[in-house]
C-alpha cells in the first residue's frame, strides 16, 4: 500500500495532474474525431500516450516560464493553459484558433501563456530554447526554459550544438527527451549508436544522466520540479530521457503498422499513463466522486470548446498578407 | 573629420548600437578576445565584457538559434557568420525558423536581430570562402537584406539595422573592409528600404550593390571621361526592403539599364528587378534590361581566375558602351548554362 504520511505530492497537487492530463487526452481524442469527419485537414501528430510529460511540466512550471515543443505539441500546448478552443480552431483554421489559421497543428504558439512555439525541422527548437534561457540569464530575471523533443532528435546535429552550448553558459534550462522508441517509422535502437539516446550522450556534455520512466505522472512531477528549480536557482541544464509510447500512429497518415502487436497491446493496457494515474489516486483514497466529477468537467469544456471552434468562423482570405513584417504587412517594395 | 576604414566603422557601429541600448549584445566565433577574424570587431569585449560580447563555439545552429529566442523575448541581438557561406550550415534558424516565426505565430513573435557575415570575392579564398549570397535570403519572405557599400552606410544602415523590429540579415564586404572615408558624424541612421545616388547622369540607370555598386561608380567616372557617357549610378544598399521609386524614377529619365551583380548568373536579384522594370517601365525602356553577373560558376582561386570572374570595372565600362554605342545587348559573361 501506499504510505499516505510520506507523500510528498499530496492529493491538491496531484489532482491538478489528473485533471490537465485527462484534458490532453481528451483534446487530442476529439482531435482525432475531427479528423474523422474531415473537419481538421493537413498533418497532425497526437500525443496520446504522451501526457504525463507534458502534463507534469504543465503542473510544475511558473507563469512567464518559456516551453518549447514539437510538431507533436498540442498537449504541451494545452499544459500551459492555452485554451481548447485556440487549439481545436487552429487545428481546423478558425479564426479562434491561436493563430487564426497561419500556423497550423504544427506550429502552435501562445506567448501570453510561455508557449514560444511549436517546430516542424526536426532540432532546431533546443537552439531557439536556450536564446530565451539566455535573455534570462542576460537580464537576470528567473524565468525557467523548457525544451521538449523525441528520440529521433539525438540524431541531429543542433541537438549537439545546443546542449553544448547550454552547458558552457550555464543556462536555466531543461531539455526533456521524450523516448517513445521510435523515430518516424524506425525503432530508435536501429539507427543510434547508445542504448539510450539521450542520457548516454549527456555526459559528453557533462551533464547527469537522467532517466525517467514518462508514463509515471508523479515520477514525471518529482523529475520536473527537480531540474526546474535547479535552472531556476542558476546551477544549469538538464536533460532528461522520459520514456514513453505514442498509442497511435506517427501522424494522421500513419497506421503504425511497423510495431507489434504485442507491443502495442502491453503498452495500452499495462503502461497507460491515465489509467495507471487513476488507479493510483484510488490507491491514495481520494474519494472516486471526486475524479469522476473532474472528469465530467472535461468532457464538457472540450464539448463546449469543439461547439466554439466549429461556429468560429473562417479566416479571412487578406489574412495571408499580414503579419510577415512588425508593421503588420508584407511589402517588399515601395 | 575622421578617416574611418569600412572595417573600423563596424566596430564603432556595433558599439555605438550597444552604448545606446542595453538590449543589443553580440555573439559570434571569434569575436570577443579575437577581435574577429577580420579584426572588424576589436575593442568591443574590452569596452562591453563578456556578458554583452559573446565567444561561441563553433556552432552556427546554435549560434543564431540562441540569438533568435533571445530576440523573442524583445532583446536585441547581433550575430556574426564569421563567412556568409557558413549561411549554408544554419540555413533552416535563417529561413525556416527567423524568417517565418512571426508569420506562423500571427505576430505574436517580433524577431528583432541583425545577423552580420563577411561576403564576397576578391580575396582568392576560393569557392567556399568568397560567394556573394544576398540572393539566397532576399528569396525568403520575412528577412531583411542590407549590404552596405562604404564605412558611412555601415554606421547608418547598421543602427537602423539594429533598431529594426524585424530581422536583418547585413552583408559587409570583404573587399571592402580596408575602404576608407572621410566621416564628419560618426553617430548616423539611414534608413533601410532607400537607395543611395553614386552618379548622376542621363543616359543609363546603373544599379549595383556594395562592392559592385562601388564598381560601377568607378566605371561611370571612365564612361564620362572617355567615352562621354553620364551614367547614374544606383547603390540599392538593401534588397529588402527594396526602393523601387527611386530605380523607376531613374529608368523613366534614361531608357537604358543595367545590372551589377556579384552572384552567379541564375536568379541573381537583377533577375528581379529587371522582371520588375519590364512591368513597370516597359514604355520607357529603349533596349533590353541587361545584367553583369559573375558566370555560372563556383568562384574559382587563382588571381588570373577570380580576377576575370567577378565583374570588373573595364567589364562594365564595356558593356556600357555596348549597348549604349554599338546597340548591342549580347551579355559575354555569363552564356554557358544556356542551350545555344
Ligand atoms: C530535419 C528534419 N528531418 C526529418 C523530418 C521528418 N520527420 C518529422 S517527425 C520525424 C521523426 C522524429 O522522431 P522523434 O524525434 O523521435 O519524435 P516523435 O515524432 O517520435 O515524437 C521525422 C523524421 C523533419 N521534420 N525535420
Ligand atoms: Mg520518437
Sequence with gaps: MVDKLNDDIGEKKRLQLWEMMLKLRLVEKKAYDLFLQNLIKGTSHLALGQEAIAGAFGVALKQGDYTFCTYRGHAHTLARGSSIEGVLGELMGRQCGLMKGKGGSMHLTDVDKGVMGSYAIIGAHLTIANGTALASKYNKTNEVSVCFFGDGTTNIGAFHEALNMAKIWNLPIVFVCENNLYMEYTPIHEVTAVEHPAADRASAYDLDRVIVDGNDADEMLRIAEKAISKAREGKGPSLIEAKTYRHSGHSRADPGKYRPDEEVKDWMENKDPIKNYRAKLLDFNINEKIISEIEEKIKDQVEKATEISMASPIPEIKEIYTDVWANGGSEWHN | ?340
Design chain 2, 1 to 340: 573629420m575622421a578617416q574611418l576604414t569600412y572595417r573600423a566603422s563596424v566596430s564603432l557601429a556595433i558599439a555605438q548600437s550597444m552604448r545606446k541600448d542595453q538590449k543589443v549584445f553580440f555573439i559570434g566565433e571569434d569575436v570577443g578576445a579575437a577581435g574577429g577574424v577580420f579584426k572588424a570587431t576589436v575593442g568591443l569585449l574590452e569596452e562591453f565584457g563578456k556578458e554583452r560580447v559573446m565567444d561561441a563555439p563553433i556552432s552556427e545552429q546554435a549560434i543564431l538559434g540562441a540569438a533568435m529566442g533571445a530576440a523573442m523575448t524583445g532583446l536585441r541581438p547581433i550575430a556574426e557568420i564569421m563567412f556568409s557561406d557558413f549561411l549554408a550550415v544554419c540555413w533552416d534558424i535563417v529561413a525556416n525558423q527567423i524568417a517565418k516565426t512571426r508569420y506562423m505565430s500571427d505576430g505574436q513573435i517580433n524577431i528583432p536581430l541583425v545577423i552580420r557575415t563577411a561576403n564576397g570575392g576578391g580575396s582568392k579564398f576560393g569557392a567556399q570562402h568568397s560567394q556573394s549570397l544576398e540572393n539566397w535570403s532576399m528569396m525568403i519572405p520575412g528577412l531583411k537584406v542590407v549590404a552596405p557599400s562604404c564605412p558611412s552606410d555601415v554606421l547608418g544602415l547598421m543602427d537602423s539595422a539594429v533598431k529594426d523590429p524585424d530581422p536583418v540579415i547585413f552583408y559587409e564586404h570583404k573587399s571592402l573592409y580596408a575602404f576608407k572615408e572621410e566621416i564628419e558624424q560618426t553617430d548616423i541612421s539611414i534608413p533601410i528600404g532607400e537607395a543611395n545616388t553614386l552618379h548622376e547622369g542621363k543616359d543609363i540607370t546603373i544599379i549595383g550593390l556594395a562592392l559592385m555598386a562601388q564598381r560601377a561608380k568607378e566605371a561611370a567616372l571612365i564612361l564620362k571621361d572617355k567615352h562621354d557617357i553620364n551614367a547614374k549610378v544606383i547603390d540599392l544598399r538593401s534588397l529588402v526592403p527594396l526602393d523601387l521609386q527611386t530605380i523607376k524614377k531613374s529608368v523613366i529619365e534614361t531608357g537604358h539599364v543595367l545590372t551589377v551583380e556579384e552572384n552567379p548568373r541564375l536568379c541573381g536579384w537583377g533577375a528581379e528587378i529587371s522582371s520588375l522594370i519590364s512591368e513597370h517601365c516597359f514604355k520607357n525602356l529603349k533596349g533590353p534590361v541587361t545584367r553583369v553577373t559573375t558566370p555560372h560558376v563556383p568562384l574559382p582561386s587563382a588571381d588570373i581566375l577570380e580576377d576575370n570572374t567577378i565583374p570588373s570595372v573595364e567589364l562594365i565600362v564595356n558593356e556600357v558602351v555596348k549597348k549604349l554605342k554599338e546597340n548591342n545587348y549580347g551579355n559575354n559573361n555569363a552564356i554557358p548554362w544556356r542551350n545555344s
